[in-house]
Structures are given as C-alpha cells and as structure tokens.
C-alpha cells in the first residue's frame, strides 16, 4: 500500500519505489529512501505526508509520496527488538559506564557513510567495547574501541549491538 494510506504511528518496510516517472524516483532517492527501510508516518493530509525513515524526517508532497509502496510491520517492538531479543544483545547506549560488552552487530538501518566510518573506527562483529566516560552534558560517552577512545552520541550508540562480557 502506499506511505499515504498507512494508519499514523504503524510502522511499516518500504517495499518498492515507483522509478516512473523519473523526476519524483530521483527525489525519493535524494531523499535517502529505498527498499528495506522502516518507516513510520506521522502525519498525512492533502497538502503534506510527514514519515520517519532511518532515523530522518521526511516531508513529501502527497503525489510524491503515493510512489512508495510499504508493507506494514507488527508494531510490538519491530524487527530490531526481535532479533536482539534471539540473540540477547543490547544497544551499546544502554552500556553501563566500566563495562565491557562484544560487537554482535550494527543494524540494517545504519547505512552508507556512517556504517562506512563505524567498520573504519574497528566497530565490527567480535570486537571489545567498554564504555569509559559520559561527558558532563550527558552526551557523547566515549567507548574504548581497539585501544583508541572514540565519542558517540546515543543516536549513533544505538546502531550497534552488543553483548556484555562476564
């Protein structure tokens, strides 16, 4: 079903993009949008239909927006908690300051340059993180990763997946 007719708050996966015609597929692409993505709208009406998409706001133009087609999701916690739900991981923003917990992943919805700069920082399946200080503002905490200290932000925290070690 199109974006436009989901219910507000329900997520969903993108499932196709409309490539025609070509002036609206290459605004959904500048957008950051693909196949894949979970989105959950926020607002829908005739002048705008307001979604979030990997972790963005996007604001289209209902026509626009009709070229996106998406399948909806259970809302009971997505398919992010389901698989760390198997896999009994935590978000490494839930890491408790001197503790030391084992990349199990970073999640599908961390894309592009940012996933790119997590792998180039050492941030791979198997590697030792300990969470070492949390600045006075309560963000960034910097993480101990490969004997270099690197700040993250809880948004970026919450891509990567971890088990804590005994």
């Known amino acids: 079903q199109p974006v436009n007719e989901l219910p507000a708050d329900q997520p969903a996966r993108i499932v196709h993009?409309?490539?025609?015609?070509?002036?609206?597929?290459?605004q959904l692409v500048a957008e950051g949008l693909h196949p894949g993505q979970t989105v959950r709208l926020i607002e829908s009406n005739s002048t705008r239909i307001r979604f979030w998409a990997n972790g963005d706001e996007h604001l289209l133009a209902p026509i626009v927006a009709r070229n996106i087609s998406v399948a909806p999701l259970p809302v009971v916690g997505g398919e992010e908690t389901a698989v760390a739900e198997k896999d009994h991981s935590t978000?490494?923003?839930?890491?408790?300051?001197g503790q030391t917990a084992e990349v199990i992943r970073i999640s599908p919805n961390c894309r592009g340059a940012e996933r790119r700069r997590f792998m180039d920082l050492g941030i791979l399946p198997g590697?030792?993180?300990t969470a070492e200080m949390r600045s006075p503002s309560g963000e960034p905490t910097a993480y101990r990763i490969r004997d270099a200290i690197i700040a993250l932000r809880p948004n970026q925290a919450n891509y990567i997946y971890v088990k804590q070690i005994a």
Not at 17 to 26: G, K, M, R, T
Request: proline letters at 10%; hydrophobic letters at 45%.
């Open 127 to 129: 590697t030792a993180i």
């Open 17 to 26: 993009l409309e490539d025609e015609p070509e002036a609206v597929y290459a």
């Open 91 to 97: 978000r490494l923003s839930d890491l408790p300051l």
